[in-house]
């Protein structure tokens, strides 16, 4: 089996900054893709970013420019920078693992508050 522990959530302010870190452990022999994603209070979860095997990345429009994913391969360690944080930021951060299957981590909380 496969275990992700995410780390690095927490309250900032607006206009503040965050690193999320998602850790990778069990039977891994590669990852395929890495990403994140977030579930705000009365709303589906979305993505907000995703690296795959190489450097390709993708982000949702609304964190294009503010955020930037990163992966460690030797570490099986994804991150997420997460710059100039708005209220609309505010959700649960989860970390995913395409291996294949996908992998899922329980969640952090971010919340973006004065």
């Known amino acids: 089996q496969v275990q992700l522990v995410e780390s690095g959530g927490g309250l900032v302010q607006p206009g503040g900054s965050l690193r999320l870190s998602c850790v990778a452990s069990?039977?891994?022999?590669?990852?395929?893709?890495m990403g994140w994603y977030r579930q705000a209070p009365g709303k589906q979860r979305e993505l907000v970013a995703r690296i795959g095997s190489g450097t390709r990345t993708n982000y949702a429009d609304s964190v294009k420019g503010r955020f930037t994913i990163s992966r460690d391969n030797a570490k099986n360690t994804v991150y997420l920078q997460m710059n100039s944080l708005k209220p609309e930021d505010t959700a649960v951060y989860y970390c995913?693992?395409?291996?294949?299957?996908?992998?899922w981590g329980k969640g952090t909380l971010v919340t973006v508050s004065s």
């Open positions: 069990g039977r891994i022999f590669s990852i395929n893709a």
């Open positions: 995913n693992v395409y291996l294949p299957p996908d992998y």
